[in-house]
Each structure stands twice: as structure tokens, then as C-alpha cells.
């Protein structure tokens, strides 16, 4: 089955793929400098109002040497766990500059979120909050200001969610922080995962802001992350422009000073980052190109495992002409597939493909699932580059394992 269908634009040349192949191997995670620091300074340019702080969510990848750079432009850290706050500190963020938005923690994660000296909680439950408001009493002498704020849940907004407090248990939230000798000065909104729709986003400020006046104290609102990024070629781009325009009029017209905390994960980071895979096998079945590559879902869980979609690249002289392929992982797990009915050139053994835009929940998804050691992580600066986390070799299945050896 041949078509002429438009391919993806490759991340850069041939010659940059089997060099960076040639030095770490494969498969292997190529993340591009320049592409971050452009999107960061597209998203940080759209918001024109002048109380505006973006925190970069970690959640999307851990990896120390993009949080530094993350850091350096200018970003703060959005943690949704402690471990979120842990790596965040180790790659230098100031706690004041962590906002920790979580769930369910237990006392002694609460201790240790207060104790990092982590600045800005915003809790998900009237009783995560009441054990903040206790922990902190035992450990207040030790601290540096401490802000919370609630996670909103109303369906109407939020959509169906586990996450957040409703409105109507705010009294009982507020009585709370000032028993506590607390102020509760934040409203955090997540408007739900990947949506590209910035009418999603604009549509809700009013109400947002109505709701933020009914705390006291209201200094911030942190209106979470969930903004889209286009992971088909054709796909439709959350309009950042848009977006930082109403938010702007809105807050503006507030009449007194709140601060915004913008929380983009994928946004920021997935366009930059890259798996190159190297074709193992390939068969025809029923016309259908059946292309085997030396990487797995454990290694990029999102697309087969999750249901999303990442556009694959080759290198391969095309002619124009594109078979449906399956691009299938180096395992047997029936859910196998790094992309499914993709449109390719043929290929042979030893070409190069490139899965796009995995910088977000890429690597931080991955998993030792079907035991295969992950692959390194590159940073791309032009074009020089330089590993920044090692390729795991067998001996991390052994990590923590206890068992007795014969003899
Ligand atoms: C509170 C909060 N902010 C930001 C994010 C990042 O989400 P996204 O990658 O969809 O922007 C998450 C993801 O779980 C989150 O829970």
C-alpha cells in the first residue's frame, strides 16, 4: 500500500543521528538546547502581565542538567512530590522558588515538604491542609515563609477529577490556616491534561477570579499546566499568545495585585527531545511493513501504553513513497508498539528512526517493564553534545534485590 502523505520534519541531519549514535549508542534520548530555551522564551514572552512566575513542571522529566538549564532562564519548579522537590533542590532551585501542588502525602513526606523549606503549598483536601497547618506547628521555628493555597475542584471547570476542594469547603479550610496563625492566599487550577483548546483555558478566568475573591486573603493564583502541545504534524498548537492576552486583561482589571503561577510541562519541554532507534528487523505481512527497532514502550511508555501519538522520522531516501508500517519494540508484550499504522518508507536493517517530541513523560515514564535497561540521555547544543544520564546495564535489574547465592 503505497501513499505520498506528508512526512514529519526530521529533529537534524543524518550525519548529527549516526555520530550521536556512534558515541552513546542505541537506542537513545537526544534532548536540543535551543529548541528548549526558544520554547521557554515563547511561553515566558506571551504573558505580558507584570505579576507573572512560571514554574517549570517536573513531573514531565526529572533530568538534572535540563532543570539547571530551567533554572538559569529564569524558571521556577512546579513539584507535584516530594521526589519533584528533591531533584528540583539537587539541581539548584532555591525552596522559595519550588511550588509544591501534590496529593496524599503522609506526615512524614508533609515533615519533610515543610522542612526543605519548599515556599508555596497548595493542598488537595481540606485534611491535607489540616496536616500541614499541625506539622507546621512542630516544625515552624525552622522555617522561612511559608504561603498555601487550595487545588479548586469544581466539574464545571476542572471536569471530572479527583484533585481539589470545593468551594463550599473553604470556610472549613479557612478556619483551619488561621488556627494555625495561617493565611490561605492561593487558588491553584489545572484545567486537566493536554488540551490544546486555549477557549478551554480563556473561557474559565472570570469565573476563576470570582472564586479567588472568596478567600480573605487572596494573594496568587497558580493556574496550573494542562496547556496542550501538538504531537501531529497537522496537530492544533495551544495559542500561547491568546491566552496570555485575556489572562492579562482579566488580572488587570482585578484592580489589585495578584500574582500568577503558570505551571507548563509538556508545553515547555516535549518538542525538545528525541528517540533514535535503530531498525533490527523488518517483514512484510498482508502488505503492511512490520519494522522491528531496538527500543520498547518501557523506554517511551506513553504512545501504545497511554494512548498517545508520537510522529516517527527516518532518514530514508522516500521517493514519495510510504507504506503502512508498524514500528514495533524489542520485546513481546502485545502492547509493543512505538507507533502503529504510520506511514513510512521502507526500511532496512541498520536505518535510523526518530520518535519525535518525547521530552515530556519520555524518560520520566520509563520503567524497567520487560526488563530492558533504559538508554542514555544526550544534550544537544548546535552541534555539540554530551551525555547527561548514563545507559543503565543489567546490573540495574539487581538495584535492591535480595537474595541468597548458592555456595
Ligand atoms: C498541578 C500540575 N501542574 C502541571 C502539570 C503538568 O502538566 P502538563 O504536562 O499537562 O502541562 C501537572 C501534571 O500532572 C500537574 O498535576
Redesign the pocket.
Known sequence: MVSTQAFPTKPFSLELAEELLTNYGSPLYIYQHEHLQETIAHITQSIPYPFTKFHF?S??NGNLELLRRILISGWGL?A?TPGDIYLGLTAGFPPQQIVY?GSNLNRAEMEQVLKWGTATLNLDSVSQLDLCCQVYQDVKQQLPRLRLGLRLNLPELTAENRIGVRPEEFPAALKITKAAGLKLSGLHF?RG??TSATKAFTQVIEQLLAIGKLLPDWEYLDF????GYPYHADGVAFDWQDFGRELTKHLNALGRKIELII?????AIAGCGTLLATVVSVKWQSGKQILGVDTTVANLSVPSVHGGYREIATWADTNGELYLTDVCGNTTYSRDYLGRNCQLPALQIGDVVAILDVG?YGYAMSSHFLHRPRPPEVLLEGDRHRLIRQREDYSILLNNQLFAQEG
Do not use: D
Not at 263 to 267: K, L, N, S
Open positions: 513542571a513531573v514531565t512546579h507535584n501542588s489545572y491534561t493536554g496550573g499546566g494542562g496547556f505551571e507548563p510541562g509538556r508545553a515530556a
